[in-house]
């Protein structure tokens, strides 16, 4: 029960050349530039490590694995704990592998998700620092959800369907200590309604124009305070907008043009880990 | 027991206890008479079944011994109560009720008697009453009629004495509660009595039995939190209160409201053990044993006041941790172990807390040397932390766990899938397995209700929904559905008041059951903890150790807190509870003034939030609806054995979500979101609509019975389980049986056109609404403090009055009577809102509005209206309607689109609300109309009242005009009855 967004560590992992003809796509046909998504990997990486300070653990990536540069899908970390997810896409199940490798390098302690009817990704997993939604889509189920709720006890796990989306986090995250970015469809405000509905507390909501630009990364690191990663101007020139209103966290923008063609966002490139939680 | 003190009830009682019989037993009273000369001599001939032994009648017999006693509590209650009782009954009859309650506490005290005994002298007595009241010319329907609404009124009276009491009473004196407890269980056996009657008459025993009765005596062992066992002797009639209150002392704990003793009923399901009610009753045939705990968490417990209380409740979060009642993850476990090792042994000491130190501490229901080793770890670094620190670190972690004061209740929705209810401080939450699918919020809440074995929530509309819906789950049974329903209004009462925001604006109360969660609000109880002004009590922190726990004393490892030695210094020998209790008590007793006031405008907040509704409504349907098909169409798993450790009550058989717009649970459903009602059973209101658009007379009268039974087995409550009258209930009836009772008063105004005296006040209200409002607030306040019997008391009186309504045009057709008394009532444009107020003087002695205000007797009140000739009454109405705007409302045809009436009650009024909407070309039409009836005594300003309820409803509805006013008078003429 640390304070919200304290991160110490990240583990990320590399992106393979298979990622642009073999990734999972769910509505995007636009084809994608391997150099620049790798690219705009090598930025974001360099943001968490030279930028932030973290310590960041880069897994190789694995051809036999196009989707293996989203490692927030394979585990959901929470203080000490990191649940090791069972993809719902069978071809992503053994991207669990490096991931709970480097996360017991980290001393976490291990739960792994061995029921065969359970599936969870990670991007349908937000932990709002009180409670944890998870997102019931495609790749996530109730069962995946029970074993997340049975891996943190300490907190209320409320279901919220998703529609239309992959993830429940493609178009909400944390923005800050009881702050939901939440984008402005109808899905997204619904999947939102629901969420305020099932918690006992009362959530601050920033919502912004583009549902994809709701994914950032919230982090309140030592020395630096409220950190904010989000989509850049030339992405969602209006959502942007929105976020330059939090006056008080450091803005800094992370392109993920290339990663978004493959359902990727911003969340779902990194796993954070905060060490010293207890 | 005592000889002379025998005789003397025994003489008294007669003359008076002849009243009283006649309401008891209509049957029994010919053979009664006879009884009573001879079961006098005869004890043992007293057999007399636990059952019968109840009824409020046995204590009539106490009261009269009480008379000669000397304090001074009987007499004033005798007084009161004859103000009350005066209406309907003779005014001995009142005396009689009101001493024996006072009586019967102060008898409690004297030597243990054989139940048996008492039980026949109760019985004995109301067979001896029937003698004296053998006069009464009623039939024996008409008695029945009688007694049951007789005794209700008497409980308004004594209520009344009640609040008095505990106004200028400490809550540390035990004696006077007692009493009062008493007399509130006398109220209660009346009730009861109703029931019961039909099988009593039987057995009558003498007099001098009587004495006995009082001194009964049981011991009461209380598992306290720490595992020690405190005995206790009570007096066999005592109320849950008394027992608790000792515990209290014993414990030395002022902030008490958050606690509550709990037994295991027959099923070894835990029961919170009613303070306003007998335990007796309660436990039925279980033991005596209780067992004291938490019965609210509060959601942020470092705003108790007190050290000693934030311990205990610490103490009931380790067992909740240690059972796995309250699940939380390893390092929580470790965290809170911690805390608790660093608050019971002080600072780590490696010379004396060696490896094994900590072993036999339980820390988690499946405790690892892993766990231990993590537990010791963070022991060492909480060096320097006084206990009571370590034991607000430790809350302060707790409090945060999801299920932190989450009650579990197994149930089914609706379709028959496993599902848990959780009961909490925010509200209703819904899980599947581990996984919570729903939740709602109190203000989302309309209603509550459980019917059979089936719990109801009627939610709030969301933004684009027009109706409520009725959310039904299944329960294992109907105790069970009850549990959950109880643990609901208690915990709506308790902690809705939590929001600062909520003015107190006076809408409608809506008091549909007996059932109230009688204590103070979390609101109140802090206001209460900030007054008060003790020394903080020195106490000592016993060990968790496992070993502790058992129920032999554990070997106890006392860690004093350090703020604390020197007010034990000071305190010596006094201890717990020396002088600090004193004060405590003083506080108290005022606070207690207050509470109760707030308890009232509680209520009002509820009505509030939902004004606030539309701010917050939630889509719930949509999204409940949508939560539920995701749901259904995941396999569901076998949920974990922790998760059902969890469980409270009774595994549940089955549960079910009925989808929210599912009219199928309740078709009486037609709902207004606009109202918050706290009911049991069907409420009155739903069926109210029912029957208007339908023509009243189709249900067959063995319905209302059925609901009848229903509403005794509410009033009972815990006490009275559930009987199988409660599972007759059924929708279709209810509706039967509150229409006939609205009827019935409506008659009474049309009879009586006589003109009397409805002060001036009555005449300005319809013009200048605001003017006579301002002195009268307060009063109604009080009023509405009135305890649930209270409530139970005006539910009879006003139930007859109760409903106002005022249909649109298309239900006038529907209705039958309100259009007719009222005459001219029409009502048009959406803004109008007519109401009408009904004030009947006190001195009535109508029989007919006896048997009116007898909710509960739907049938004999039909009964008793025929054969009560007797009664002369003087009525008067008047009527002062506004200009109307339209006339055209009652001839235009519109099409109804919702029907509402809302009913709720306060010590000596009664606001019954209607509210229709119909579209009538194309223009939708909003029609309230409000009809408020002021029962009462001369002691109650009745034109104050009356203008402190137009005053009310104008500020509701400041949109609206009031078109008419109807005082309504009825005097009772010079005859007294007999």
New interface residues.
């Given amino acids: 029960?640390s304070a919200f967004g304290r991160f110490t560590h990240a583990v990320v992992r590399a992106v393979p050349r298979s990622l642009a003809t073999e990734a999972l796509r769910t509505g995007s046909v636009e084809e994608l530039d391997l150099p620049r998504a790798q690219h705009e990997h090598e930025l974001y990486v360099s943001v968490l490590k030279q930028r932030l300070g973290l310590e960041v653990l880069e897994l190789p990536a694995d051809e036999a694995l196009p989707d293996c540069v989203f490692v927030e899908d394979a585990a959901v970390v929470c203080?000490?704990?990191a649940l090791i997810t069972r993809p719902g896409a069978a071809s992503r199940r053994n991207e669990t592998e490096a991931v709970k490798d480097a996360l017991t390098k980290l001393g976490l302690?291990i739960v792994e998700m061995t029921d065969e009817?359970a599936t969870l990704d990670g991007g349908d997993v937000l932990f709002t620092g009180?409670?944890f939604f998870?997102g019931?889509s495609k790749r996530t189920?109730?069962?995946g959800?029970?074993i997340l709720?049975?891996a943190?006890?300490?907190?209320?796990?409320?279901?919220v369907?998703v529609q239309g989306y992959l993830h429940l986090k493609s178009f909400c995250s944390m923005a800050g200590p009881d702050l939901i970015a939440i984008g402005s469809s109808d899905a997204a405000q619904?999947a939102l309604?629901?969420m305020?509905?099932?918690?006992?507390h009362k959530y601050d909501k920033l919502t912004v124009p583009d549902d994809l630009a709701a994914n950032c990364i919230y982090m309140n690191l030592p020395g630096k305070g409220d950190v904010l990663l989000h989509c850049t101007p030339e992405e969602f020139p209006e959502s942007v907008k929105v976020f330059e209103k939090l006056k008080d966290h450091m803005l800094i923008p992370v392109s993920n043009q290339e990663k978004v063609k493959v359902d990727g966002a911003l969340t779902c490139c990194s796993v954070l880990v905060c060490k010293n939680s207890? | 027991m005592t000889t002379e003190v025998g005789s003397e009830t025994d003489v008294k009682k007669e003359p008076e206890k002849v009243p009283e019989v006649q309401h008891q037993t209509d049957p029994v009273q010919t053979d009664q008479p006879d009884k009573p000369a001879d079961s006098d001599p005869q004890p043992v001939a007293s057999v007399a079944q636990p059952e019968e032994s109840r009824s409020v009648e046995p204590e009539s017999p106490q009261e009269e011994s009480s008379s000669p006693d000397p304090s001074s509590p009987p007499a004033i209650g005798g007084q009161k109560k004859e103000k009350g009782i005066s209406r309907f009954l003779p005014p001995w009859l009142k005396r009689q009720k009101s001493q024996s309650q006072d009586q019967a506490s102060e008898s409690a005290e004297s030597a243990e008697k054989p139940q048996s005994l008492k039980e026949e002298e109760e019985e004995s007595e109301p067979k001896d009453q029937p003698d004296g009241a053998g006069a009464a010319p009623n039939t024996e329907k008409t008695e029945e009629v009688k007694e049951e609404s007789r005794p209700e009124e008497v409980q308004l009276e004594e209520n009344e004495k009640e609040e008095e009491k505990s106004v200028g009473s400490a809550d540390t004196q035990p004696v006077r509660e007692e009493k009062e407890a008493e007399s509130e269980v006398k109220e209660r056996e009346e009730e009861k009595k109703e029931e019961e009657q039909v099988i009593q008459q039987e057995t009558s025993v003498l007099s001098p039995l009587r004495l006995n009765k009082k001194m009964k005596m049981v011991v009461c062992h209380v598992t306290l939190l720490d595992g020690t066992q405190f005995s206790c002797e009570v007096e066999k009639r005592a109320k849950g209160q008394y027992l608790f209150f000792q515990v209290c002392e014993q414990l030395n704990l002022v902030e008490k409201d958050y606690f509550g003793l709990s037994f295991k009923d027959n099923a070894e399901q835990r029961c919170w053990l009613d303070p306003t009610k007998e335990i007796k009753r309660q436990i039925r045939n279980s033991q005596w044993q209780f067992a004291f705990s938490v019965k609210f968490y509060p959601p942020d417990p470092s705003q108790l006041t007190e050290d000693i209380t934030r311990y205990l409740l610490c103490l009931q979060l380790r067992q909740d941790i240690a059972s796995g009642r309250l699940p939380c993850s390893f390092v929580t476990h470790a965290l809170l172990g911690s805390y608790s090792l660093q608050a019971e042994l002080g600072d780590y000491d490696p010379e004396e807390h060696r490896l094994d130190y900590i072993s036999d501490f339980q820390f988690a229901p499946n405790q690892t040397k892993e766990l231990e080793e993590k537990v010791v770890e963070l022991h060492k670094s909480h060096r320097g932390m006084t206990p009571a620190q370590a034991d607000a670190q430790f809350l302060e972690n707790a409090k945060k766990l999801s299920m932190y004061g989450v009650d579990l209740h197994h149930a089914k929705d609706s379709e028959g899938v496993d599902i848990m209810l959780g009961v909490c401080a925010n509200g209703l939450l819904i899980y599947k397995d581990r996984l919570r699918i729903n939740r709602f919020a109190w203000p989302k809440i309309l209603k509550i209700s459980y019917k059979r074995s089936n719990f109801y929530i009627k939610i709030r509309p969301g933004e684009a929904e027009q109706f409520e819906s009725t959310v039904g789950f299944k329960l294992p049974n109907h105790r069970a559905a009850k549990r959950v329903w109880k643990v609901c209004v208690e915990h709506h009462t308790f902690f809705r008041l939590m929001s600062p925001e909520n003015p107190t604006k006076s809408k409608f109360l809506t008091l549909g059951s007996k059932f109230r969660y009688s204590g103070r609000t979390q609101a109140q109880t802090r206001q209460a903890s900030s007054l008060i002004d003790r020394p903080a009590p020195y106490f000592q922190r016993t060990s968790s150790k496992r070993i502790s726990r058992s129920l032999d004393g554990a070997p106890m490892v006392n860690v004093s807190d350090y703020s604390h030695a020197v007010d034990s210094a000071l305190t010596a020998g006094a201890g717990e509870n020396g002088p600090a209790l004193e004060l405590n008590s003083d506080s108290k007793s005022k606070l207690r003034v207050q509470g109760e006031n707030i308890y009232v405008r509680h209520s009002n907040l509820m009505l509030e939030d939902l004004d606030k509704t539309q701010e917050d409504v939630l889509k719930h349907q949509a999204s409940i609806s949508e939560l539920k098909r995701s749901f259904m169409e995941a396999t569901p798993e076998p949920r974990p054995s922790q998760w059902d450790k969890r469980l409270t009550g009774s595994p549940a058989t089955t549960l079910r979500l009925q989808a929210q717009g599912s009219t199928e649970v309740k078709p009486e459903v037609n709902g207004q979101p606009e109202v918050v009602e706290v009911v049991e059973e069907t409420v009155v209101i739903e069926e109210v609509i029912k029957a208007k658009p339908k023509s009243s007379a189709p249900e067959t009268p063995v319905t209302v019975e059925t609901e009848v039974k229903e509403e005794r087995s509410l009033s009972s409550d815990s006490e009275s389980e559930e009987e199988e009258a409660e599972y007759h209930a059924q929708t279709p009836s209810a509706s039967i049986s509150v229409q006939q009772i609205e009827e019935e008063p409506e008659e009474e105004q049309e009879a009586g056109l006589i003109p009397q005296a409805l002060p001036s006040v009555v005449e300005s209200q319809p013009i200048t609404e605001a003017e006579p409002a301002d002195s009268a607030p307060s009063a109604e306040e009080e009023q509405a403090t009135a305890q649930p019997e209270e409530e139970e008391r005006t539910d009879k009186d006003d139930a007859p009055n109760g409903h106002a309504a005022e249909a649109p045009p298309p239900l006038r057709a529907v209705e039958e009577e309100p259009p007719v008394v009222n005459g001219s009532v029409s009502r048009v444009e959406a803004e109008l809102l007519p109401q009408v107020i009904c004030c009947s003087e006190p001195p009535v002695v109508k029989t007919e509005m006896v048997t009116i205000s007898d909710t509960f007797a739907a049938q004999k009140t039909e009964i008793s209206t025929k054969e009560v000739p007797i009664v002369h009454t003087e009525t008067k109405t008047i009527t002062y309607e506004a200009a109307q705007l339209d006339g055209n409302g009652d001839g235009e045809p519109g099409v109804l689109m919702t029907a509402q009436t809302i009913t709720s009650e306060s010590l000596c009024t009664t606001t019954t609300t209607h509210i229709t909407k119909t579209l009538k070309g194309g223009l939708s039409e909003t029609r309230i109309e409000k009809r408020i009836v002021i029962t009462g005594d001369s002691d109650i300003d009745h034109d104050q009242a009356l203008a402190q309820a137009i005053k009310e409803a104008k500020e509701q509805h400041p949109d609206m005009s009031v078109t008419r006013v109807v005082v309504h008078k009825e005097t009772e003429l010079a005859e007294d009855e007999d």
């Fill in positions: 029960m203080g000490d704990t302690k009817s009180r409670e998870v019931l189920n109730q069962r959800a029970e709720a049975d943190f006890k300490d907190y209320a796990v409320s279901m369907p619904k309604k629901i305020q509905q099932m918690s006992d207890v």
